[in-house]
């Protein structure tokens, strides 16, 4: 009696369930889920053309447009003189922003004292604002081994860490013997220049006295090292190879990387010097430059060795301030752009429009949005259609133009898709704060850095990672309810639907909860 009474009430509920649904989706659900469709169909269209402009332009630049040292006026310094010395070399202030720096802290430092260049228009300036008393002595005593050597290597404290890597990089600029200095070049800790960069770069600088910036590429010491780090150089690649390409060539502006590039110190003093109001302080002073009239240089084969991030928690971080930092900065100067008189119409529309709009909110809205939400929920509600162009080909033809940078990795094009979406929630997440200039809108946290710590594994016992509150940094509620939302969705598909889509679903889903569970990338020992 009790069993058969629990499954009346069972069938009631659902069969309420079941009414209201129906009520509210015809007047409601399928009006705005429509509009939606709509709504992502267009932006999915404005990356679409901005992808194939970029591919075209590409395509001319390298087929057509001469090289950067045909373009602009470049010499080869010339050795040191026995008579003169070397006077003729300009003087050269070398940046190396640090905090907690345990595993690159040698490899940066050592890299900086052997560049190529006469060591007396050499400064080194180790900007260090580590909090861990140890890591501070390590890094003093690193920089008077060089000194030691003949180096004018200086090692630079502050009181505070206002401002982060912005503070840091303007205040090292204060000191009296920077004055000389004409030009400053700026290496992340885990960046490695070859010998000769300064002598491939400056040259641009002392005979084009309009250019601004010269910028190297960023290469990757770590990219084989796991799935996360394939991933990461794909998206990478295609913005060295394409975007900062055809920025460079056609309107001589893009955004600086913040590392691995030569800065005239006059013209980051005309656009105001560094400021911190974003956590994108590089991409502020190259769009304050640019504004000034300033041109940028971008080497594609000036190439810089570097690391990515290899844990999952250390990239999340670093996304979230890539995503945020753009919207923040987009509307904090979006109305300055518009009232510049120094630049023209169509750079500003280059700016405004594809730098910032399409490429950094665009891109993370409609690849989270079209993907993971509204294509999804078009399953459960068949009244409302996707067409073909809009789901699969349209995609299909913007992830085949994104694998142009890493040919090598073209066979991990599809699971790099199913990366992104996962991705694209905390960039579009990300954007929003950065928008709306919410909490978290100013959080920096410096990407954790591993150096030789993973070749050294072996001989260390992996101990298990002690969980903190709630599920601690393996598992992620918000990725599991993703994925638990998308299977719901590719059940139904299966039971009532007519489409295919299902198949798709439940491979986001495999990689939503890959993510929730903390399986991506490398996982360190304690």
Same mark, same amino acid.
């Given at each position: 009696?009790?069993?058969?009474?629990?499954?009346?009430?069972?069938?009631?509920?659902?069969?309420?369930?079941?009414?209201?649904?129906?009520?509210?989706?015809?007047?409601?659900?399928?009006?705005?889920?429509?509009?939606?469709?709509?709504?992502?169909?267009?932006?999915?269209?404005?990356?679409?053309? %901005?992808?194939?402009?970029?591919?075209?332009?590409?395509?001319?630049?390298?087929?057509?447009?001469?090289?950067?040292?045909?373009?602009?006026?470049?010499?080869?310094?010339?050795?040191?003189?026995?008579?003169?010395?070397?006077?003729?070399?300009?003087?050269?202030?070398?940046?190396?922003?640090?905090?907690?720096?345990?595993?690159?802290?040698?490899?940066?430092?050592?890299?900086?004292?052997?560049?190529?260049?006469?060591?007396?228009?050499?400064?080194?300036?180790?900007?260090?604002?580590?909090?861990?008393?140890?890591?501070?002595?390590?890094?003093?005593?690193?920089?008077?081994?060089?000194?030691?050597?003949?180096?004018?290597?200086?090692?630079?404290?502050?009181?505070?860490?206002?401002?982060?890597?912005?503070?840091?990089?303007?205040?090292?600029?204060? /000191?009296?013997?920077?004055?000389?200095?004409?030009?400053?070049?700026?290496?992340?800790?885990?960046?490695?220049? %070859?010998?000769?960069?300064?002598?491939?770069?400056?040259?641009?600088?002392?005979?084009?006295?309009?250019?601004?910036?010269?910028?190297?590429?960023?290469?990757?010491?770590?990219?084989?090292?796991?799935?996360?780090?394939?991933?990461? %150089?794909?998206?990478?690649?295609?913005?060295?190879?394409?975007?900062?390409?055809?920025?460079?060539?056609? /309107?001589?502006?893009?955004?600086?990387?913040?590392?691995?590039?030569?800065?005239?110190?006059?013209?980051?003093?005309?656009?105001?010097?560094?400021?911190?109001?974003?956590?994108? %302080?590089?991409?502020?002073?190259?769009?304050?430059?640019?504004?000034?009239?300033?041109?940028?240089?971008?080497?594609?084969?000036?190439?810089?060795?570097?690391?990515?991030?290899?844990?999952?928690?250390?990239?999340?971080?670093?996304? /979230?301030?890539?995503?945020?930092?753009?919207?923040?900065?987009?509307?904090?100067?979006?109305?300055?752009?518009?009232?510049?008189?120094?630049?023209?119409?169509?750079?500003?529309?280059?700016?405004?429009?594809?730098?910032?709009?399409?490429?950094?909110?665009?891109?993370?809205?409609?690849?989270?949005?079209?993907?993971?939400?509204?294509?999804?929920?078009?399953?459960?509600?068949?009244?409302?259609?996707?067409?073909?162009?809009?789901?699969?080909?349209?995609?299909?033809?913007?992830?085949?133009?994104?694998?142009?940078?890493?040919?090598?990795?073209?066979?991990?094009?599809?699971?790099?898709?199913?990366?992104?979406?996962?991705?694209?929630?905390?960039?579009?997440?990300?954007?929003?704060?950065?928008?709306?200039?919410?909490?978290?809108?100013?959080?920096?946290?410096?990407?954790?850095?591993?150096?030789?710590?993973?070749?050294?594994?072996?001989?260390?016992?992996?101990?298990?990672?002690?969980?903190?509150?709630?599920?601690?940094?393996?598992?992620?509620?918000?990725?599991?309810?993703?994925?638990?939302?998308?299977?719901?969705?590719?059940?139904?598909?299966?039971?009532?639907?007519?489409?295919?889509?299902?198949?798709?679903?439940?491979?986001?889903?495999?990689?939503?909860?890959?993510?929730?569970?903390?399986?991506?990338?490398?996982?360190?020992?304690?």
């Amino acid at each position: 009696m009790a069993e058969s009474t629990f499954q009346a009430t069972a069938s009631d509920i659902a069969g309420q369930i079941g009414m209201m649904w129906e009520v509210l989706k015809a007047p409601l659900l399928v009006p705005l889920l429509r509009a939606a469709v709509y709504i992502c169909l267009v932006m999915e269209l404005m990356l679409f053309i %901005e992808r194939l402009y970029m591919g075209i332009v590409i395509i001319i630049v390298k087929l057509f447009m001469k090289k950067p040292d045909k373009r602009y006026k470049w010499e080869p310094m010339a050795d040191d003189d026995l008579e003169i010395g070397s006077a003729d070399f300009p003087k050269v202030l070398v940046q190396i922003p640090m905090f907690n720096e345990r595993e690159v802290y040698k490899i940066s430092i050592g890299a900086a004292c052997n560049l190529s260049w006469p060591s007396d228009r050499l400064v080194i300036q180790v900007l260090d604002d580590s909090t861990d008393p140890i890591i501070k002595d390590m890094v003093e005593t690193e920089c008077l081994r060089w000194a030691s050597k003949g180096l004018n290597i200086t090692y630079q404290i502050r009181e505070s860490r206002g401002g982060y890597k912005a503070g840091a990089l303007k205040e090292g600029l204060k /000191h009296n013997y920077v004055k000389d200095c004409e030009y400053v070049v700026i290496f992340d800790a885990d960046f490695r220049p %070859e010998p000769d960069f300064l002598r491939r770069s400056i040259p641009f600088l002392v005979h084009n006295p309009e250019i601004a910036l010269v910028q190297g590429r960023w290469r990757f010491v770590n990219a084989n090292e796991c799935l996360l780090t394939r991933m990461q %150089e794909m998206s990478l690649d295609y913005h060295f190879t394409v975007e900062q390409e055809v920025g460079s060539s056609t /309107h001589a502006f893009f955004g600086f990387n913040g590392t691995g590039g030569v800065w005239r110190i006059a013209a980051i003093n005309e656009a105001g010097g560094w400021k911190d109001r974003t956590t994108v %302080e590089d991409m502020d002073l190259a769009v304050r430059a640019s504004l000034k009239g300033w041109k940028f240089v971008y080497l594609g084969d000036l190439q810089v060795k570097s690391e990515l991030p290899s844990t999952f928690k250390a990239f999340r971080f670093q996304q /979230h301030r890539w995503s945020c930092g753009p919207a923040n900065l987009f509307r904090k100067m979006v109305m300055e752009i518009v009232r510049n008189k120094r630049v023209n119409v169509w750079k500003k529309f280059y700016v405004i429009y594809s730098f910032f709009f399409v490429r950094k909110i665009i891109a993370h809205m409609v690849t989270f949005f079209f993907f993971c939400v509204v294509l999804p929920l078009t399953l459960l509600v068949p009244e409302v259609e996707v067409p073909l162009w809009g789901a699969i080909y349209i995609p299909c033809i913007i992830t085949t133009l994104n694998s142009v940078g890493t040919p090598r990795s073209i066979h991990l094009l599809f699971y790099w898709i199913l990366f992104e979406n996962v991705m694209a929630f905390h960039r579009t997440k990300a954007t929003f704060i950065g928008l709306l200039e919410a909490k978290r809108a100013n959080e920096w946290v410096v990407t954790e850095k591993l150096g030789d710590t993973l070749k050294n594994k072996e001989k260390s016992k992996p101990v298990k990672k002690a969980r903190g509150p709630l599920f601690g940094d393996r598992i992620l509620p918000q990725e599991l309810g993703f994925a638990v939302f998308l299977f719901f969705c590719g059940l139904y598909d299966v039971l009532y639907g007519k489409r295919v889509y299902f198949i798709y679903v439940f491979l986001q889903v495999i990689t939503f909860t890959i993510a929730g569970f903390g399986y991506v990338g490398t996982i360190v020992p304690s």
